[in-house]
């Protein structure tokens, strides 16, 4: 089996997510090089990684509405406003999982990621909650059922 690839065939693609990873790695690394000065993959810290997320917010297709819009919290506008698109918080999170992934893969100690940093998942915290507010939406994170609790609504049907 070919250590770079963790498919069960060598000679198969890599996977999407696998794919995915290595262009978000790619990705960060051509920022790490056009920063000033170009930083070392050994030397970055959370403080980039938090830079290289508001980076990518010129490229969001989101519309997030600001405090001051009269449809903040509106969850569908009647209208256009001027307020700016930014990255989605889903798409953030999941590219800080696979760039965290991507990290401990190229070598770098689990326990020291900067993608795993408190301050990179307070960063993501506030932006789900200020995206959900924005947009009229409420976010509830889904707890697993107990399995017992399960089983008896199985038993019930």
């Not at 996977?15 to 290595?22: F, G, H, I, P, W």
């Not at 918080?89 to 770098?108: F, K, P």
């Not at 307070?122 to 409420?138: H, M, N, P, T």
Request: a positive charge; charged letters at 25%; glycine letters at 6%.
């Amino acid at each position: 089996m070919d250590p770079t690839n963790n498919s069960s065939s060598s000679s198969s693609s890599p996977s999407r997510y696998e794919s995915q990873k290595r262009r978000d790695w790619d990705t960060f690394g051509q920022y790490l090089r056009n920063n000033k000065p170009p930083l070392s993959f050994a030397h970055f810290n959370p403080s980039h990684v938090l830079e290289f997320l508001h980076y990518l917010d010129q490229f969001g297709k989101t519309k997030i509405h600001i405090l001051t819009c009269p449809y903040f919290g509106v969850p569908n506008p009647p209208t256009a406003c001027p307020c700016p698109f930014r990255q989605a918080w889903g798409s953030l999170d999941a590219l800080v999982g696979r760039l965290r992934a991507a990290y401990d893969e190229h070598g770098g100690n689990p326990e020291t990621n900067p993608f795993g940093a408190p301050e990179v998942r307070r960063f993501l915290r506030e932006v789900r909650d200020f995206q959900a507010k924005s947009r009229g939406i409420s976010y509830e994170k889904k707890r697993k059922r107990p399995k017992q609790k399960q089983q008896e609504d199985r038993q019930q049907e």
